[in-house]
């Protein structure tokens, strides 16, 4: 006898039969692709909020400002309802439980990191180094690392490269060839990073994770929502905002297993950002991150418009996948289809290639994993309508939503602890006090004071700072630094 019950999960639509992402897989990651336009979206509203219907915290940015509507209850039209009805849905309009995030704290609480746990690889991606200028970046947070200093926002980290410049000779000799033109170059590159707004990244309260990982009192996972509208014009700083949050929790949570449920599912939409111009280095750790984060129990969706924007080694791990239209115009157009239609395991009944490029809007091809973790045969699927609402919230529902968040009060105001930079000032003013004024004896010692010399004169609190810092390398050097795969501090 045929077991007809279906298994726990989400319901994404209806090929003939129901298509439902099994829960116990979904940490197997995903993928959603498709032209723009063809339901992409929507497909990951569908997604989002089953998902915290079944207790699993989301975390989503919303690129295009419309995502945010899964906190409203559905307004479902007449051919939605439909389409409901078509596959004996009971399509009751209800939000998810939503907790908005900013980068920028305009349109939700504000995410912050300090630059130690962001560390220098992922920095030198955002502001677009090449390898000469990272390697002068490590030497600057291994020299901070050293003597003690943190490393905490963006005044932090321009305190620490005026300290190398100042100081390349001695740090060159310790560490390697610190060259202060290259400074000089990251120096401005952080300015343009200011100028984009992503000085709010760095700083305190620093997020904490496990902020992403709530459920409201009926047991729903809350569904995180970053405002991407604005930050998606920074390409760069975007993507690698994303990488570090997914490296975080990669570094953070506790090994599961395959449990029944993931304990978080991360959705990195326009997910071509990551890949695109990324150094080898960067993209076999971002392979390593993606491999192994599942048996912390986070599943990874990716998407994208084509798969093809997605390296094999990444995109063989993405085990249920969603496939909207495609367009095959150009030849690199025509080769992506082929990749795409490729990854899927072919269906009898139909040529995949051509089925991709005839779907309809809010139509996709379906593969998820199965009971024994092997991918079903793919299925033309009518994707099911969304229970919340297809549109942005109104600045009052965003207001709303901020006044009774579970968060509220936790990160709204930035805390300026003593750092490297307030470190430094006050060596700087000590020296300064120290140095007689040209043409004065100096007020402390009623001795004849010896005129300082040419070399003492110009001495610097840097180069007073890298003495002691030579000095003290000893004592610190036992001292444990522990870095994460893509090299921010970890925590404790």
Not at 253 to 269: H, I, N, S, T, Y
Request: glycine share 10%; hydrophobic share 45%.
């Amino acid at each position: 006898m045929t077991d007809t019950t279906q298994p726990e999960g989400v319901l994404i639509g209806s090929s003939g039969h129901p298509e439902i992402l099994r829960l116990d897989r979904a940490n197997r990651h995903g993928l959603v692709a498709g032209a723009t336009g063809t339901g992409k979206t929507v497909t990951l509203q569908i997604l989002a909020q089953g998902l915290s219907d079944a207790g699993v915290p989301v975390f989503a940015a919303d690129v295009k400002g419309d995502l945010c509507g899964i906190a409203a209850p559905g307004e479902p039209g007449e051919k939605m309802l439909a389409r409901a009805r078509s596959m004996d849905l009971d399509l009751t309009p209800i939000a998810a439980p939503v907790i908005l995030w900013d980068l920028f704290g305009a349109q939700g609480h504000p995410i912050r990191a300090t630059v130690s746990e962001v560390g220098p690889l992922l920095i030198s991606r955002m502001l677009e180094l090449n390898d000469v200028q990272e390697g002068v970046l490590s030497v600057v947070f291994r020299a901070a690392d050293d003597e003690g200093l943190l490393l905490l926002d963006m005044k932090d980290l321009q305190a620490a490269l005026t300290f190398a410049s100042q100081n390349a000779a001695a740090l060159g000799a310790r560490y390697g060839n610190v060259s202060t033109a290259t400074v000089a170059t990251i120096q401005r590159k952080l300015l343009v990073l200011e100028d984009q707004g992503g000085a709010g990244l760095f700083g305190e309260p620093a997020l904490d994770l496990s902020d992403f990982m709530r459920r409201d009192p009926q047991g729903r996972g809350y569904v995180n929502i970053l405002a991407a509208d604005r930050l998606i014009a920074s390409p760069r700083l975007y993507a690698t905002f994303l990488l570090w949050l997914m490296s975080e929790l990669f570094e953070v949570l506790p090994e599961v297993g395959d449990a029944d449920r993931p304990k978080l599912a991360f959705f990195f939409d326009e997910a071509h950002l990551l890949f695109r111009d990324a150094p080898k280095s960067l993209l076999e750790k971002v392979e390593q991150v993606v491999r192994l984060i599942r048996s912390k129990g986070v599943g990874v969706y990716f998407v994208t418009q084509n798969p093809a924007d997605i390296p094999d080694g990444v995109l063989g791990q993405l085990g249920n996948r969603i496939q909207h239209a495609l367009r095959a115009y150009t030849p690199a157009e025509q080769k992506g289809l082929k990749a795409a239609a490729a990854s899927f395991r072919a269906n009898p009944d139909f040529n995949t290639a051509e089925a991709i490029q005839g779907l309809g809007v809010g139509e996709a091809l379906v593969s998820v994993l199965d009971e024994k973790g092997a991918p079903t045969v793919v299925q033309k699927t009518l994707i099911r309508p969304p229970a919340s609402r297809l549109g942005p919230l109104s600045p009052g529902e965003r207001a709303g939503l901020m006044g009774s968040s579970p968060v509220r009060g936790a990160y709204d105001q930035a805390i300026d602890r003593e750092s490297a930079f307030e470190v430094l000032q006050a060596r700087a003013a000590a020296k300064a006090d120290q140095v007689p004024a040209p043409g004065r004896a100096p007020s402390r010692s009623p001795a004849p004071a010896r005129a300082p010399s040419a070399s003492q004169g110009r001495q610097s609190m840097g180069e007073t700072f890298a003495k002691q810092l030579l000095r003290t390398l000893a004592s610190t050097a036992g001292r444990e630094i522990m870095r994460g795969v893509l090299g921010g501090m970890r925590r404790r």
